[in-house]
């Protein structure tokens, strides 16, 4: 069966920092992974994804996420926290139907 | 392009009553996903229209059913609401999913409902 875990409920930075959100998976087969951001009362947005090639991904406002095969992991990182990027991060690898499984989500919290 | 549109953004029902909601993907994506968001279970998958056809369905009762039309535009159906069933319902289209490497799913806005 294929999941995913993001280990930390939430995580503080404070602007101008870099951040990790941690994202593990366990998946059959090729792992497609997916990073996707929610505002307050607004629908997901997509941030980047990995499907093969460059383990380094990069995707929108800075984003990008390093995906690590032996430790099956797809942390999102951004050298420098903005106050605006406080939000909800959902990781969410790709199913075998072809849907999306998606963590519980990291709530992200950036102080000035 | 515009994106993915839901309607409506809110909705007050009662126990027992129905609801449908709508959902239009971005232009020239023709599979359409449900979702359903709540603060216990998370984000999980409803079900997947591609060409008017149910491809793909998760485990939810069959109180929860959906139809996709020519024009590629969705709609799900609650019958029989219960207060378990209060959620934002997200829907998502992409180009197609494949059942290979998925496409990106782009999301709408959500529907937010409230069952009293």
């Known amino acids: 069966a294929q999941s995913v875990a993001q280990p930390e409920d939430q995580v503080n930075v404070a602007e101008g920092n870099p951040l990790t959100v941690k994202c593990t998976y366990s998946?059959?087969?090729?792992?497609?992974l997916f990073w996707y951001v929610q505002y307050p009362n607004r629908g997901l947005q997509f941030l980047l994804k990995?499907?093969?090639?460059?383990?380094l991904v990069k995707g929108s406002y800075g984003f990008e996420a390093e995906f690590n095969k032996s430790q099956t992991s797809f942390h999102l990182k951004k050298p420098s926290a903005l106050v605006s990027d406080s939000a909800l991060y959902f990781c969410?690898?790709?199913?075998?139907?072809?849907?999306?499984?998606f963590g519980k989500g990291t709530k992200l919290s950036v102080k000035p | 392009k515009a994106g993915v549109t839901q309607t409506p953004r809110y909705l007050i029902k009662t126990r027992g009553q129905q609801v449908t909601l709508s959902c239009s993907p971005i232009?020239?994506?023709?599979?359409v996903s449900w979702y359903q968001q709540t603060p216990g279970q998370g984000l999980q998958f409803l079900f997947e229209?591609?060409?008017?056809?149910?491809?793909n369905k998760g485990n939810f009762p069959g109180r929860f059913s959906g139809r996709q039309f020519s024009n590629s535009r969705s709609e799900m159906n609650v019958s029989t609401l219960e207060l378990g069933d209060s959620a934002l319902y997200l829907c998502?289209?992409?180009?197609?999913?494949?059942?290979?490497?998925?496409?990106?799913?782009?999301f709408g806005p959500g529907t937010r409902l409230t069952v009293l």
């Open positions: 998946v059959s087969g090729n792992p497609y």
């Open positions: 232009s020239g994506h023709r599979s």
């Open positions: 229209y591609f060409s008017e056809t149910q491809r």
């Open positions: 990995y499907i093969t090639g460059d383990n």
């Open positions: 969410a690898p790709g199913g075998s139907q072809g849907n999306l499984i």
């Open positions: 998502a289209s992409s180009l197609v999913l494949t059942g290979g490497a998925p496409n990106t799913q782009y």
